[in-house]
Structures are given as structure tokens and as C-alpha cells.
């Protein structure tokens, strides 16, 4: 059994049907908190691990702190350099098709970024706000730091590289600040995007859309970092976070990409469940609070 903080801060130890029993991974790192709630537990250890594109989520926080987009604008057009386009080319990594001399919107980099997880499309945004992506990963690992993520360290913005480290903790503190972003919402919501002029669609690696009440955010795979997705979901009116990283290490990201999306998935419809019985409770475990805060 899983004891949880209520809002006032008293332990709940009413009975195992009006607390969740989340079916945690047997393997690498996981935990799940809700808005007005907290803590729901967690598994696996809080050691820092590779999180491949999970990264991602952090260089779009970055951006967006600095570029603000409210909803319905498109933002300034960005240039796709001649790196980016080599980079499309790619067969070792997750990239999408630009072209030199194409002209995007920073909406439309956003979705390339973070919808079929493009790595160059990442490291574009770095050069562009920064004019180089080490000077980018420097503004990455500050964010960190204001937001108290202390056991998170990054390397790059794409999350290719295995020296980007974090926990599950810390990314449940991410999600929660790049969440808040109404844009961010918006983007890592979509079920696929386009790089402008090319008819090709390029589906969202996060396969939990739409079920179980997810609404986002972001998957991340690699052979050393294993799988790795966090993801929220708007359960009765109110956000529910979720993390879980490094499942099937050390095989291939195809597979680990799948055994992170399987955890999540069975963590998801726990937590949905769990809500559902909720709805018999005349004094609710967890309190209402408003949408998208």
C-alpha cells in the first residue's frame, strides 16, 4: 500500500480501496504526484540516469521562457542552417527532414522538437537562441537549478548524449513548471505535425494520448539510458504527473521506448481508475483545483 499526504497534510490510512495501488516498474525509476494532492510514491532510487529526449522538455522550457508565444501565435521564423540539414540525414538518431535555407516558424521548431522528438530540430533552437549549443546547455542546467532540480545535469539539448543526467524526481518538477506554459501544452498535445512544404505527417512518439485522460508530454529512448517518458493527464479536473525512466536498459531504443510506454500506460490506468472510485466519495480525497494550474 501506497500512504499518501493529503492536502492538509495528514497521513490517509482509511482503507486500501480509497488509496491507489500503482503497479510501479520492477525496473529503474518511476513516480506519479497529483495537483492538489502530492506525492502518490515512487520506485527505483533517486541515482541520476541517462534520460535521452527526455531532455527535450527542458530545452523547450528554455525557449519558451525566453521567446514567450501566447496561443494562436507562430512566433518569429527561424533559418535552418546547413548543420541541420546534414544532421536530417542521420541514421543513429531521431531527426526530421529540413532543408538549408528553409524558414520556420518557432511554433512549428517547437512540434518538430518535441512532437517526432527531431534532435536537430533541438540543437537548431539551441544555436538560434544562443548562438552556440553549449552556451544553450548553460542556460538549460540554471533553469535547473531555480527550479531545485539538483540532481539534473545536462549536456546537450537534444538528449543524445548519455551525459545528460537526471532522476524521476526531478522531472516531475519539470513537468509541472513547463506544463504551467499554455504553448507547451498545446504542442506536446498534438497527435503528429509537418515540416512546412513537405506532405510527409510525423506521428508523436507518445502513443498515451488520448487514453487514460494523457494529455503530454514527452518519451525518450537509448540503449544506455533505456526507456524514459513523462507524461500528464487531466484526471477529474486536475493534473496528474507522471514519470518513469531507464526501463530496458541496456537492449535498444525501440524496445526501451516500448517498455517505458507499457510502465506508463499501466501507471496511468491505475491512476484513472483509482479517480474513478473517487466519484462515489461524498468528501473526496483529493480536492478540486483549477485547470491547467
Not at 544553450?136 to 537534444?158: D, E, P, Q, V
Not at 512544404?197 to 494529455?215: A, E, K, Q, S, W
Request: aromatic share 4%; hydrophobic share 40%.
Amino acid at each position: 500500500m501506497v500512504f499518501i499526504l493529503l492536502a492538509t497534510g495528514c497521513a490517509a490510512t482509511s482503507s486500501a480501496a480509497s488509496l491507489p495501488s500503482l503497479p510501479w516498474p520492477d525496473q529503474g525509476q518511476a513516480a506519479m504526484e497529483a495537483e492538489g494532492l502530492g506525492s502518490l510514491g515512487s520506485s527505483g532510487g533517486s541515482t541520476p540516469v541517462p534520460i535521452a529526449s527526455v531532455t527535450k522538455v527542458m530545452t523547450a522550457y528554455v525557449i519558451l521562457q525566453e521567446h514567450p508565444l501566447r496561443p494562436g501565435e507562430d512566433g518569429p521564423l527561424i533559418q535552418v542552417d546547413q548543420t541541420a540539414q546534414d544532421e536530417a540525414h542521420s541514421l543513429q538518431e531521431s531527426t526530421v527532414p529540413v532543408r538549408a535555407g528553409q524558414r520556420i516558424r518557432l511554433r512549428r521548431m517547437l512540434e518538430l522538437m518535441l512532437v517526432p522528438s527531431g534532435n536537430n530540430a533541438a540543437r537548431l533552437l539551441a544555436r538560434w537562441d544562443a548562438g552556440s549549443e553549449q552556451r544553450f546547455t548553460a542556460k538549460m542546467n540554471a533553469a535547473a537549478r531555480r527550479l531545485g532540480m539538483a540532481a539534473t545535469r545536462y549536456t546537450g539539448a537534444s538528449g543524445n548524449e548519455d551525459s545528460t543526467v537526471s532522476t524521476a524526481a526531478d522531472q516531475l518538477v519539470l513537468a509541472k513548471a513547463a506544463m504551467r506554459q499554455a504553448v507547451f501544452r498545446e504542442v506536446v498535445a498534438e497527435r503528429e505535425t509537418a515540416v512546412p512544404g513537405d506532405t510527409r505527417r510525423l506521428p508523436n512518439t507518445n502513443t498515451l494520448l488520448g487514453r487514460y485522460g494523457v494529455i503530454g508530454i514527452k518519451t525518450g529512448s537509448g540503449t544506455a539510458a533505456g526507456g524514459n517518458l513523462v507524461w500528464a493527464a487531466r484526471l477529474r479536473g486536475r493534473l496528474v504527473y507522471g514519470v518513469v525512466l531507464g526501463q530496458a536498459a541496456g537492449t535498444n531504443p525501440v524496445a526501451a521506448k516500448h517498455a517505458a510506454l507499457e510502465a506508463g500506460e499501466r501507471l496511468s490506468a491505475a491512476a484513472e481508475r483509482w479517480t474513478r472510485l473517487q466519484e462515489g466519495h461524498t468528501r473526496p480525497l483529493m480536492p478540486k483545483v483549477a485547470p491547467g494550474r
